[in-house]
């Protein structure tokens, strides 16, 4: 999904479709949460002008990530719509950024980087598990899954030699 400035001059008059499957597994090493991510469909269209190319996107695919309650892998559908404009000459003037103005580097348009920041932002705070059988980790490094049965079983270890007291006689 990489264009030269030469080759989006080329298509001017046509215009871009676009209508792809993109590998984004590099998403597990910027975001720790993120287990696994499918496969990501791109769709849309870039219209080409004296000044700049705008690219209208459809981006929409599945990524694994913690249950928020039981940290076990849930599975999450994501779909979601960006704008994106790159502008050809440094005389177009002021652009920010933030308005979604990207300036072109090296003479080429690489949109892989801004599909990846729209997945990025749309993983949510919380996710639950909809598999609500999914077994929670019973234990882990100084801490330990109470449940209704166990908890009644279990003495304090503050209070274990009171308990004792009560024993000897």
């Known amino acids: 999904m990489k264009w030269t400035v030469q080759q989006l001059n080329t298509l001017k008059n046509k215009g871009i479709k ?22 990501v469909h791109v769709k849309g269209e870039g219209s080409i002008s004296n000044h700049s190319v705008t ?13 928020s309650r039981t940290l076990a ?19 177009w003037g002021e652009f920010d950024e933030e308005d979604g103005v990207h300036e072109i580097e090296n003479d080429t348009v690489d ?8 997945i990025l ?3 949510p705070l919380q996710i639950f ?27 304090d270890p503050r209070l274990a030699d009171l308990a004792k007291f009560f024993d000897d006689k």
Request: hydrophobic share 35%; net charge negative; proline share 4%.
């Open 129 to 155: 598990s909809e598999d609500l059988e999914g077994e929670a980790p019973p234990s882990g490094e100084d801490w330990e899954l109470l449940t209704e049965d166990n908890k009644k079983e279990r003495i």
């Open 111 to 118: 949109l892989l980087p801004y599909i990846k920041q729209a």
């Open 121 to 123: 932002l749309e993983i």
């Open 18 to 39: 676009i209508d792809e499957m993109v590998d984004v597994s590099d998403l597990k090493e910027m975001d720790t949460e993120i287990r696994e991510v499918s496969l």
């Open 55 to 67: 690219f209208s996107l459809e981006i929409s695919g599945e990524m694994v990530l913690p249950c």
């Open 73 to 91: 892998d849930a599975k999450f559908s994501f779909q979601t719509e960006t704008v994106e404009v790159f502008k050809f000459h440094d005389d």
